[in-house]
């Protein structure tokens, strides 16, 4: 995510300066470029990972609100506008208004959109409710096709399920009239989801899965576990993390998110809040930072909503900006971990795992010839814009860097680069790995992806060992 440009105002001193006066404000910059960030998306950003707030599209009318949004978020996900009384309030009559006013604001200010939500038992508008059976199984399918292809390049993830669990110690899936379609209905959502568009990353979401040892979370685990082995399409597990009295922060979370991890997907928190107020509420903010900065595929943290009387829980008081928008305790403990955290620390053991480790299913590509590595890449482009995605491969022998190099065709400019550091953003751009990426074994592959407007065809990645 890029960092905010200088104001205007500041270019014009600038450009008419003296020599003096340069030099300060060079000496300025310098000072300014190692003091820590100031927003939580730029601050989250340089430890390669996105912070994000769930937002209504009635209130981008609100100045107020819409100005701690553009400054403080780098990514977005709808609250309501993309669930499936929003988008389809009709069988097969689609409704993108609200969902394409969100991710146009997003997207124009550079933030990612993350898809909520495809398949769930709730928020069904009344048809859907009301059908059962094959029927119902083809329609959830068609939503599913039909949604995100309408979003196709403009979501980076889609929660494709969400809340798919019961509660309490069954450890069984939820009762719902999707449930009662065939148990496979999570997959052929999956399916349905990669088939229409095949770069987002495909996610699992649900709640009340954050402590270890909950039947809800082994069960979630056991479903993601088969589904890799099994090859279902499944890129990301989200965990809403809606913390309260009843539902408290659990001191084994990081544990929970490098177990998922290690399945090989990425761990999302997807709709943070954490009810109370002051030192306490501001210490659980910080122990959820620290543990996603702790575990390398914890890449993103989500708020769900920007203002305590924004939350859909207000009355506790569960975000990171009071009523007025001034920061909270709690946001100044969000900055602090984000900005002095340390992304490298390995993941912690895990003691109380007693679930084998997955095999790893072979590598797909086979590995190049020499030692090095080599880089190939998918385009995904729409009117104006396309996002790439870079695949890495190491050679015979493991990767401990990489650089890819690749030129842009006229006209295109990278706007956003994720899983890599990026330099330049038109002609001869450059990417090198982050610090949870480098590290590739002989055969095996990692990905990275970038942004931009105007046209991606023609690109030819070239990859270096490093
Ligand atoms: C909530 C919204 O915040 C409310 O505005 C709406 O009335 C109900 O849904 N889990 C989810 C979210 O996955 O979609 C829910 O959002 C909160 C719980």
Same mark, same amino acid.
């Given at each position: 995510?890029?960092?905010?440009k200088?104001r205007?105002?500041?270019?014009?001193a600038?450009?008419?300066?003296? *020599?003096?006066?340069i030099?300060?404000?060079?000496?300025?910059?310098l000072?300014?470029s190692?003091?820590?960030a100031?927003?939580?998306?730029a601050?989250?950003?340089?430890?390669g990972?996105y912070?994000?707030?769930?937002?209504?599209?009635n209130k981008?009318s609100?100045t107020?609100?819409?100005?701690?949004?553009n400054r403080?978020?780098n990514s977005?996900?709808?609250? &309501?506008?993309?669930k499936?009384?929003?988008t389809?309030?009709n069988q097969?009559q689609?409704?993108?208004?609200?969902?394409d006013?969100?991710?146009?604001?997003?997207r124009?200010?550079?933030?990612q959109?993350?898809?909520?939500?495809l398949?769930?038992?709730?928020?069904?508008?009344?048809?859907m /409710?009301?059908?059962s059976?094959?029927?119902?199984?083809s329609?959830?399918?068609n939503?599913v096709?039909?949604?995100?292809?309408?979003f196709? !390049?403009q979501v980076?993830?889609?929660?494709?399920?969400n809340?798919?669990?019961?509660?309490?110690?069954?450890?069984a899936?939820?009762?719902?009239n999707?449930?009662?379609t065939?148990n496979d209905?999570?997959?052929?959502?999956?399916r349905a989801a990669?088939?229409a568009?095949p770069?987002?990353?495909?996610c699992?979401?649900?709640y009340n899965?954050d402590?270890?040892?909950h039947?809800?979370t /082994?069960?979630?685990y056991?479903m993601?576990?088969?589904?890799?082995?099994?090859?279902v399409?499944?890129?990301?597990?989200g965990l809403q993390s809606?913390? &309260?009295s009843g539902s408290?922060y659990?001191s084994n979370?990081?544990?929970t998110?490098?177990n998922?991890?290690a399945?090989?997907v990425d761990? #999302?928190?997807?709709?943070?809040?954490?009810?109370?107020? !002051?030192?306490? /509420?501001a210490?659980?903010?910080?122990?959820?930072?620290n543990d996603?900065l702790?575990v390398a595929?914890?890449?993103?943290?989500?708020?769900?909503?920007?203002r305590d009387?924004?939350?859909w829980? *207000?009355?506790?008081?569960?975000l990171?900006?009071?009523?007025?928008?001034?920061?909270?305790?709690?946001?100044?403990?969000v900055?602090s971990?984000l900005?002095? !955290?340390n992304?490298?620390?390995?993941?912690?053991?895990?003691?109380?795992?007693?679930?084998?480790?997955p095999?790893t299913p072979p590598?797909?590509?086979?590995?190049?010839?020499?030692? !090095?590595?080599? *880089?190939t890449?998918?385009?995904?482009?729409w009117t104006?814009g396309f996002v790439?995605t870079?695949?890495?491969?190491?050679?015979?022998?493991t990767?401990?860097?990489?650089?890819?190099?690749?030129?842009?065709?006229?006209?295109?400019t990278?706007?956003?680069?994720?899983?890599a &550091?990026?330099?330049?953003?038109?002609?001869?751009?450059?990417?090198t790995n982050?610090s949870?990426n480098g590290?590739?074994a002989a055969? #095996?592959?990692?990905?990275?992806?970038f942004q931009?407007?105007?046209?991606?065809?023609?690109?030819t990645?070239?990859?270096?060992?490093?």
């Amino acid at each position: 995510m890029s960092r905010p440009k200088a104001r205007p105002v500041k270019r014009i001193a600038f450009a008419v300066a003296g *020599a003096g006066a340069i030099a300060a404000c060079v000496s300025m910059v310098l000072a300014t470029s190692a003091t820590a960030a100031t927003t939580l998306g730029a601050s989250a950003a340089e430890k390669g990972r996105y912070f994000g707030a769930a937002v209504a599209a009635n209130k981008l009318s609100d100045t107020a609100y819409t100005t701690i949004l553009n400054r403080e978020f780098n990514s977005v996900t709808p609250e &309501n506008e993309m669930k499936i009384d929003a988008t389809e309030p009709n069988q097969n009559q689609f409704n993108y208004t609200n969902a394409d006013r969100i991710v146009s604001h997003a997207r124009s200010r550079g933030m990612q959109v993350r898809g909520h939500t495809l398949a769930w038992h709730s928020q069904q508008p009344g048809w859907m /409710q009301n059908m059962s059976g094959s029927a119902l199984r083809s329609a959830m399918l068609n939503h599913v096709t039909q949604v995100t292809t309408h979003f196709r !390049g403009q979501v980076v993830a889609w929660d494709v399920v969400n809340e798919a669990f019961a509660d309490g110690s069954s450890g069984a899936r939820r009762d719902s009239n999707l449930q009662r379609t065939g148990n496979d209905w999570i997959e052929a959502a999956f399916r349905a989801a990669r088939a229409a568009d095949p770069n987002a990353k495909l996610c699992y979401n649900d709640y009340n899965t954050d402590d270890w040892t909950h039947a809800k979370t /082994q069960a979630v685990y056991n479903m993601v576990r088969d589904f890799k082995s099994r090859g279902v399409p499944i890129d990301c597990v989200g965990l809403q993390s809606h913390f &309260n009295s009843g539902s408290p922060y659990p001191s084994n979370y990081r544990t929970t998110l490098s177990n998922f991890a290690a399945l090989g997907v990425d761990v #999302q928190i997807t709709e943070l809040d954490i009810e109370g107020s !002051g030192t306490t /509420q501001a210490n659980t903010y910080r122990n959820v930072v620290n543990d996603c900065l702790a575990v390398a595929r914890c890449n993103g943290i989500t708020v769900w909503g920007i203002r305590d009387t924004d939350s859909w829980r *207000a009355s506790g008081t569960p975000l990171l900006f009071d009523g007025s928008g001034n920061k909270k305790p709690a946001y100044e403990a969000v900055l602090s971990a984000l900005n002095t !955290g340390n992304p490298t620390t390995p993941p912690p053991t895990t003691p109380g795992n007693t679930t084998p480790p997955p095999t790893t299913p072979p590598p797909t590509t086979p590995p190049p010839g020499g030692a !090095g590595c080599s *880089a190939t890449v998918s385009v995904n482009q729409w009117t104006g814009g396309f996002v790439a995605t870079v695949r890495v491969t190491a050679g015979s022998s493991t990767l401990t860097g990489w650089t890819v190099s690749l030129t842009l065709p006229g006209g295109a400019t990278i706007t956003n680069a994720w899983n890599a &550091n990026r330099s330049g953003n038109s002609g001869a751009v450059s990417f090198t790995n982050v610090s949870y990426n480098g590290s590739v074994a002989a055969g #095996q592959s990692t990905e990275f992806g970038f942004q931009a407007n105007g046209t991606g065809s023609g690109l030819t990645p070239t990859c270096t060992a490093r």
